[in-house]
């Protein structure tokens, strides 16, 4: 469908793989010999969903 809003689509994407990567690490902290509180691990969440997001959006325009 032409009337999707990929902009809002990708930046929801990235929020909620943020706020899971966030929790995530949280968690970590509260797990014995686990040490929680990594930024590359973070960042990675939030550059694996951008991607994500972003090859769904060309995809389904090649698809269709």
């Known amino acids: 469908n032409e009337d999707v809003n990929w902009d809002r689509i990708i930046l ?3 929020l909620a793989a ?5 929790l995530d690490e949280w968690h970590q ?3 014995p010999g686990r040490s929680g509180n990594d930024a590359a691990d ?3 969440d939030l550059v694996g969903a951008a991607c994500g997001a972003i090859a ?6 090649w698809l269709s």
């Not at 943020?18 to 966030?22: D, E, K, N």
């Not at 769904?56 to 325009?61: D, Q």
Request: glycine share 10%; net charge positive; proline share 0%.
């Open 42 to 44: 973070l960042t990675a």
């Open 18 to 22: 943020g706020l899971t990567g966030i």
């Open 12 to 14: 929801l994407a990235i």
């Open 56 to 61: 769904l959006r060309y995809s389904r325009r």
């Open 29 to 31: 902290t509260k797990v």
